[in-house]
């Protein structure tokens, strides 16, 4: 069995949603009944398969149950966020409860045998049917095994490649990415080899902190998460999957330094056209001008270091909305300006005129920070919330 280093995490019954649970006969490694403790959609869709058939006179077929039992990130090498993908290496096992004392199921390769009129394939034709659904790559697996466990059988299993993930980020650069592993078997519920795929009471998920590549980056979170589910189209065909995901925090950092601030720099400086006297129009738009070409130019020079994706993010909003306040210094200037040089500086209209700019300058660029403020305080908050309808594996105080 490959063993490498991780912070092993044990699952846990969680405070989420649980699924509704449904009864299901003859479902475990050898076709033994089982309580109702641990219900999936695939199992509720395996029973339904079952009714039909009873109803009509068909025995229904042998359902084998497949237990998620350990998980890990051995490492994660990169996300790329534009590209909607990141790389890991991962490393699994899953058994069949009893399946040593199944002699069809522990036999040696991939041929089925035929029992009592039905199909009984070896656990290395099921090995076969695992499927990574969000791998980009479809690598062989570097080590693929089964394993006797005392009466239990093992499907060892280890993979390294680029995996697609849905990137949001529109609190960049605040944002919280799940990185997610879709384990599925290619076992229909209602077809003739059903599978119901299920994570065990006793299974250990977890992520290596000394293979996570990235800590410059991100923060990683100890939580991990998972669901069970299938994918397809229920009516026709669709296949047991479990979700595990990791998460990880985005190190703002890099971006307040080098994109928020300076941006800030740029209203602040061409803020100071107040301090020239009003009918000094040249001296005013020369400020504010060159304010805007610099704004410009830095904008360009750092589009390589924001996403460059369709929507607007959070820094994406800063930057644009401290445009249009230099932008309005400008248009301020240039008429506070005119007027000034018409009616003189120290005419009262156009003295309330340049006041009233400056208030309101300095209030667009408040409420600018303290929106941005609220924003980042909301986005903390819920980013470290998790989806109802996942379930949490915490810290094996024991590991």
Not at 75 to 89: E, N, Y
Not at 97 to 125: C, E, F, T
Not at 130 to 155: A, R, T, W
Not at 341 to 359: C, H, K, L, P
Request: net charge negative.
């Amino acid at each position: 069995m490959f063993r490498g280093s991780r912070s092993s995490t044990a699952v846990t019954p969680s405070t989420s949603v649980q699924p509704e649970k449904t009864e299901v006969s003859r479902i475990s490694g050898t076709g033994a009944e089982v309580s109702e403790e641990h219900s999936t959609r695939a199992s509720q869709l395996i029973e339904r398969a079952h009714k039909r058939m009873s109803l009509s006179g068909q025995t229904p077929p042998l359902v084998r149950r497949l237990e998620l039992i350990r998980f890990s990130y051995m490492s994660i090498g990169s996300i790329d966020c534009v590209g909607q993908s990141f790389r890991a290496q991962i490393f699994f096992e899953l058994r069949f409860p009893g399946g040593a004392k199944d002699p069809a199921l522990a036999a040696s390769g991939s041929d089925m045998a035929v029992i009592d009129g039905q199909l009984r394939p070896p656990a290395g034709w099921y090995k076969g049917q695992l499927d990574l659904k969000n791998f980009i790559e479809h690598n062989e697996p570097l080590d693929s095994n089964v394993i006797k466990s005392g009466d239990d059988l093992v499907l060892s299993m280890r993979f390294e490649g680029e995996f697609f993930e849905n990137m949001e980020l529109e609190s960049f650069p605040f944002d919280m990415q799940e990185l997610s592993i879709d384990i599925a078997i290619n076992c229909r519920p209602n077809g003739k080899l059903p599978v119901d795929l299920v994570v065990a009471q006793d299974a250990q998920i977890g992520v290596s902190e000394h293979g996570f590549a990235l800590h410059q980056l991100y923060d990683l979170d100890a939580r991990m998460t998972y669901v069970e589910r299938v994918t397809g189209d229920e009516t026709s065909s669709c296949y047991p999957t479990i979700t595990i995901s990791a998460r990880v925090y985005r190190r703002p950092g890099f971006v307040i330094y080098n994109v928020i601030i300076p941006m800030a720099a740029f209203v602040i400086m061409a803020g100071m056209q107040f301090t020239i006297a009003r009918d000094n129009q040249d001296a005013r738009l020369a400020v504010s001008l060159t304010l805007v070409l610099t704004a410009a130019a830095y904008k360009f020079s750092i589009s390589g270091m924001v996403p460059s994706i369709s929507y607007l993010t959070l820094a994406d909003k800063y930057v644009l909305s401290c445009s249009v306040i230099i932008f309005l210094l400008v248009l301020e200037g240039a008429i506070v300006g005119n007027f000034a040089v018409e009616y003189g500086a120290t005419n009262s209209v156009v003295r309330w005129m340049d006041i009233s700019g400056m208030i309101i300058t300095c209030v667009l660029f408040l409420w600018l920070h303290l929106w941005c403020a609220w924003n980042i305080h909301s986005h903390y908050i819920s980013r470290v919330k998790i989806d109802p309808g996942k379930r949490i594996a915490t810290t094996d105080p024991n590991d």
